[in-house]
C-alpha cells in the first residue's frame, strides 16, 4: 500500500534525520524516496520503543582486515550527508560483459576465479573439502537440493568453515528465487584466517536473516569475492556488471581500494567501506550509518579510530608502567601502521608518558630483532607498542621472542593487526601478556559472544562482530528497497544501526585484551586473548 510523505514526521521519534519538508510524495516502499524518512514516521502514533543503540566500530573492521586495515564499516565520530554517486571517474579497467539475472556473477567476470557464489570453493583444504566439492559441483548445476544436502553435509564435518554456511543458504536463496543478493570482498589470499572471520560474521547474520526473511519469498545471498592484489578494480567492474549485486561490502584505504569505490559510485552501487561510509552519534548516544563521497572523507574514519587507539594505548602503559617510557615499532609503507604511530606520538605525551624510540621496518628491509630490542631497553623504553600492519606479524612475533630473553623484559602492547591465531600460535611464551587495543572483545556473559561461539564451536574475533554488523546495515538498506538506487537512497539518507559491543562505549575508549593461558586459544597455542577489564 502506497503512502505519503511531506518530510514533516508526524511523531516524537528523536532518531528521524530530517532533512525539511517537501512537497507531498508518493512512496511505496519503507522509507521515503525523496527525503529518507520511513514510513512509520508518518504515523500519528508514537512507534515501538526501540532497545537502546551503543555505538559501534562497523567501518573499522574494514580498515583493520585489508590492505592496513580494511574491510565493512568504521566507527566515524562525525556525520557526512553527501551521496555516494560522482566522485570522480574510476581509473581504467578489463573490459567485462554485463551478466543477466539467473547466471552465476563468475560467468562472464574477467575475475571469474576469485568470485563465487557457491559454484566453486575459494577456501579449500579443510576437513569437509570433500563434501564443499560434492555441492560445488551441484550448485554448478544448479541442482539445489543436492547442493543444499551436500553443503549441510560439510558444515556438520567442519562447523567452523563460514564459506560452506555461506553456501548452504545461498543454495536455499537460489532455490527459494529470486535472491535478495551482497557481495563481501574478503582477502582470502593474502590472509585466510582474516577472510575467515570477517565471513563468519557475515554468515551469521546471513543464516540469522534467512530463518526470518523480512521481503517475503526472498531469502539473502552472499557473493564471496576474493581481493586479490593487481584484481581489485577488474573485481569492482565485475560486480558492477552484475545487475543482481545490490551492494558490496569491503575494501579498504589503499589506492587500489580507492579506485575501485570510485568504480561503485559512478554505477550507483553502494559500498560500504572505510573511505565512502561514516557514522555519527547524536546527543542520546544514538548511531547513524551514512553513504558519503570518496573525496570527502578519504580515512578520516581510520584516524578517528586511531586517535581513540593512541589515547586508550597511552593511558594504560601511564597507569601499569608509570611513567609510560614507549618505543614504537611500525613499518611506514603502511597507511594504518603509519598513522597509528603517528597518533601515539600525539596521544603518549598527553598521559604523562614518553616515546623514547620509534623503529620503523620496511616490507624487505633487514631487521634484527634482538638488537632492535636491546635499543629499546638502552634508550629507557619499559613499554614496546608494535603498530606494524597485517604484512608484519613475523616481525612483530620475532620482536615478542626477543625481548623474552631481554632482562627485565619490556611490556608488549598492540594493535588489532596483532590479534590473530599467528601470534598466538608462533609467539609461544613470547606473547605472554601482550595487551592489544581491538574494536571489540569477547564476552563469556555477552549475548553476541554466546551465540557465536555455540555456532562457530569456539571463539570468534572483532573481526566477525564488526562484519556482523556491517552484513545487518547493508541488508537493511536493500530490503527497505531490493534495488540498486533504492539502497543507495536508503544509505545516503542515513540509518540507525545498532551493534555486538555492549560493555563499553567507543566514544570514550577502545577495548583491551591480554594474552593468558587457557583452553579457549587456537589449536597449537595454550594462550587465548581475554578482556582487560
Known sequence: MSWTCDGVPKNSRESYNVSGPHPPYDN?????MSC?????????????????IKPILMALAGVLVLGGGGFGLYKALSGGSSGPTGGGTPSSSPTTTAVSPGEFLSSKAVSAPLISQGEKILLAGGK?????????????GKNWDEAIAKYEAATKTDPND?????????????KTGNP??????VPIGASADAAKEVLRGAALYQDQFNKSPTVPGRLLEIVIV???????????????????????????????SQDAIKTYETAGLAAISPVSSSVSIDAANKATLKLTKLLEKTDEMLKVYLQKVGETVANYANKNHSPGAIAIFYNSDSVYSKQLKELLVVEVPKASGKIVQEVDIKAGATFDAKSAVADASKAGANVVFMAMSKDQVEQAIAIAIANKDTSPPLALMGGSELYNPTTLIKGGDAIKDLVLAVPWRWEKDDPFS???SEIWKGRVSWRTATAFDATQALTAAITSNPTREGTVKFLTAGTLISGTAKEFDLLKEIPLVKAVEGKDGPPGSKYQFDAIK
Open 28 to 32: 511505496d516502499g519503507l522509507i521515503c
Open 36 to 52: 529518507g524518512l520511513p514510513k512509520e514516521a508518518m504515523v500519528d502514533q508514537p512507534p515501538e520503543p526501540r532497545l537502546p
Open 128 to 140: 569437509a573439502d570433500a563434501e564443499k566439492q560434492a555441492g560445488a559441483a551441484a550448485f554448478v
Open 162 to 174: 563460514p564459506e560452506t554456511k555461506i553456501y548452504l543458504n545461498n543454495a536455499a536463496a537460489q
Open 180 to 185: 535478495l543478493t551482497i557481495a563481501v570482498v
Open 226 to 256: 576474493n581481493d586479490e592484489v593487481g584484481k581489485t578494480v577488474s573485481i569492482a567492474q565485475d560486480l558492477v556488471n552484475s545487475p543482481n549485486v545490490l551492494g558490496v561490502l569491503g575494501h579498504g584505504i589503499d589506492s587500489s
Open 450 to 452: 554466546k551465540q557465536a
